[in-house]
């Protein structure tokens, strides 16, 4: 179980907050992939180290919600942690579009060698 960062002593963050920001970790990721941007430049553009970054992407509960914020504006302007959470993000849209095209032409090429061999 996580805990919060409160100072001297740090409370255990419940199961279903750990699991909240491991998802948004999660989301954010996928947004920065959908670019394609480094993890690195994503940091200096949002003014955060490299090291706040990777703690945010992996659902760190002692992240700054100001940072996880400016983090996001970075990878996708405009869009709300809710945007997030419904993936109505353009570029998510978008990410969802291209992954799931990519899947199609797996799957077709696999049934292609299928027929051939067949």
Same mark, same amino acid.
């Given at each position: 179980? @996580?805990?919060?960062?409160?100072?001297?002593? =740090?409370?255990?963050?419940?199961?279903?907050?750990?699991?909240?920001?491991? /998802?948004?970790?999660?989301? *954010?990721?996928?947004?920065?992939?959908?670019?394609?941007?480094? @993890?690195?430049?994503?940091?200096?553009?949002?003014?955060?180290?490299?090291?706040?970054?990777?703690?945010?992407?992996?659902?760190?509960?002692?992240?700054?919600?100001?940072?996880? *914020?400016?983090? *996001?504006?970075?990878?996708?302007?405009?869009?709300?942690?809710?945007?997030?959470?419904?993936?109505?993000?353009?570029?998510?849209?978008?990410?969802?579009?291209?992954? =799931?095209?990519?899947?199609?032409?797996?799957?077709?090429?696999?049934?292609?060698?299928?027929? /051939?061999?067949?």
């Amino acid at each position: 179980m @996580q805990k919060f960062n409160t100072g001297e002593h =740090a409370a255990p963050v419940p199961q279903y907050l750990a699991s909240q920001m491991t /998802k948004i970790g999660a989301l *954010l990721v996928r947004l920065r992939y959908a670019h394609p941007m480094r @993890q690195e430049d994503a940091a200096a553009l949002t003014g955060i180290s490299r090291n706040t970054a990777y703690r945010i992407e992996n659902g760190d509960s002692s992240v700054a919600i100001g940072n996880i *914020l400016r983090y *996001l504006e970075v990878l996708s302007p405009g869009a709300t942690i809710g945007d997030l959470f419904d993936e109505g993000s353009a570029t998510l849209v978008t990410l969802r579009l291209r992954e =799931a095209r990519r899947r199609t032409r797996v799957v077709l090429k696999k049934a292609i060698r299928i027929e /051939k061999s067949e």
